[in-house]
């Protein structure tokens, strides 16, 4: 496996592979790696000839100097376990080879990110579309792999490749749990044994929703307000929000007639998670 942090090298690696009519299957990942990003990396790696896994804190996407700051950061240990899974090259460019003196160019997207967690952290998409944007043209991936957990960022990539004619498969696979439900994420880290307790209340709240679903009750303000009265009843947490939208649009609903999204943010101590479900 080659660790790569230069973008040219990257550049050269691609190319043969491209001469050799291999297909490449990328996971893009901030590192400090869990199970959900395994999933990913396993998916990638027996649907393509050759696996690239990139490691990039990437600082553009953080509205909160804190978050970047508490991220945890594992590298060495992150690159262990890529080797574990048989990768070919990690890609692990540095802030300087990223983002030069002198960079000023952005990618941005409507309509997408102005709702849910875009609402609530300013220009922390636009973070992501020109890291992916950048990744992409570097990688040139024929797949690039994607967790549900982060649904609106997938709904936000998927919409970047299709308007900028970007030529990438988005394979999205579902989102990896503990056994008692709550989400695997690299900042679970953070919390303590009491606040990790309390993030059980959002696999909770999503689990409520789905059961008053089950049983007819379509208006979302109604599963809303039990979501909401579930978390609240939860030490250490403060609700970013509950919504239930479309999952194409990401637009609120008043009532689920075949699909919608629930999504969940929830502040447990000092540390943002996040969740969802899909209605249908
Ligand atoms: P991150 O390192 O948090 O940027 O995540 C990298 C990728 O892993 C994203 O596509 C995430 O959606 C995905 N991911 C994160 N957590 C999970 C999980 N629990 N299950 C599946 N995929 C995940």
Known sequence: ??????????????????????????????????????????????????????????????????????????????????????????????????????????????????????????????????????????????????????????????????????DVNIQVCPTVREEDGLALSSRNKRLNPDERRSALCIYGALLKARAMFASNITDAKEIIEEMTAMIKNTEHTKIDYISIVNDYTLEDLSSINEKALVAVAVWVGNTRLIDNTILE
């Open 1 to 166: 496996m080659e660790v790569i942090t230069k973008i040219n090298e990257m550049r050269t690696k691609v190319f043969s592979v491209k001469d050799s009519k291999k297909s490449i299957g990328f996971v893009p990942t901030m590192g400090a790696l869990h199970g959900g990003h395994i999933s990913l990396i396993r998916s990638a790696k027996r649907e393509n000839d050759v696996l690239v896994v990139s490691v990039y804190l990437n600082p553009a996407q953080f509205d909160n100097k804190d978050d970047l700051d508490e991220y945890p950061r594992q590298l060495n240990e992150d690159i262990e376990l890529i080797r574990k899974e048989e990768a070919d090259v990690v890609f692990a460019p540095g802030t300087e080879e990223m983002y030069p003196d002198g960079f000023c160019s952005y990618v941005t997207q409507d309509k997408l990110t102005d709702t849910l967690c875009g609402r609530v952290r300013p220009g922390h998409f636009k973070g992501v579309t020109t890291v992916i944007t950048k990744l992409f043209n570097i990688v040139k991936p024929d797949r690039a792999y994607f967790g549900q957990k982060d649904y609106q960022q997938n709904a936000v990539i998927k919409r970047l490749v299709g308007d900028l004619n970007m």
